[in-house]
Every structure is written in C-alpha cells, then in structure tokens.
C-alpha cells in the first residue's frame, strides 16, 4: 500500500492542493495502520496488544480520511468528471459505489473500536485490521481512479 502511495504522490502530487493534502492524508493514515499492525517498516519487537487509546487515534485518522473524500474531494472529482465529458462522467458513476461500499466497513470498523467497553474486545484487532486493510486498499485502488481523471482536468 505504501509503494502503491508514493506512486500516486509522484504521478499526481503538486498537481492540485487538494490532491496533494488527500494523499497527504492517506499516508498519515497508512502509518497509523501500519504501527496499529505491527507491519513493516514499523513492526516491533513484542506482540503485545496496542492500547486502546492508540485504536482510537487509528479510528479517528480512518473516519477522518473517509469524511474528506465524501465531502470534499470526490465532489471535486466529480464536478471534474462532468465538465471533462461522457466517459469521465461515467467513471465517476461506477466508482462512486464501490468507494462508497468500503465505507461501511470502516464505519463498522470505527464503531466497534471507539465504543468498545472491554479492552477484550482488541482481541479480534488483527482479523478485523486484516478486513479493513483489504478493503481500504480497494478503495485506495478506486480513488487513484478518480484522481487520475482530477488530474488530467487540471492539466
């Protein structure tokens, strides 16, 4: 997801101010992510269970990222997609819902973890991160889609 990140940032960074803060944004929420999994580059030695505070932070940076997109950047991309014709528009159309589905799970995601009362509940973290990382990687996929064509209006 990282290497996937810093192609986006090249081909599209400095672009567009607002493309620039979403992948901005992207990668904050990939190092939380990262750190909240243990994955590399930020594994670390114990596997112990993060904190619940340092979940909720995650949660935070995901509900975040996935407000900014619905209500500010894809109606840019959208307004883009219908002043750059047909097929832009049409793209935006068919994208919009699969973004938007990986939006539950992160809702889903995000509310299991901020209201959770019992820290035994961090016990099913890797799986549900595991499901998440899957999902928010789609997205990730979908919404360079929608980029590209953001780009190519501002070019």
């Not at 793209?91 to 009362?117: C, E, G, N």
């Not at 991160?129 to 980029?147: K, P, V």
Request: proline share 3%; net charge negative.
């Amino acid at each position: 997801m990282l290497s996937k990140l810093e192609q986006a940032e090249q081909r599209w960074g400095g672009a567009n101010q607002l493309i620039d803060q979403w992948l901005s944004n992207r990668r904050n929420l990939l190092i939380h992510y990262f750190k909240l999994a243990g994955l590399p580059p930020y594994e670390t030695q114990e596997q112990s269970l993060p904190s619940s505070d340092n979940v909720k932070e995650f949660c935070n940076a995901l509900v975040d990222y996935v407000s900014e997109g619905h209500f500010e950047v894809y109606d840019q991309v959208v307004s883009a997609c219908e002043k750059h014709g047909p097929n832009s528009q049409e793209l935006a159309r068919q994208l919009l819902p699969k973004i938007s589905s990986s939006t539950d799970i992160v809702l889903d995601f995000s509310d299991k973890y901020t209201q959770a009362t019992n820290d035994n509940v961090l016990l099913e973290l890797d799986d549900d991160l595991s499901r998440l990382g899957s999902s928010i990687e789609n997205r990730f996929g979908y919404e360079d889609e929608l980029l590209e064509v953001l780009h190519q209006y501002h070019s």
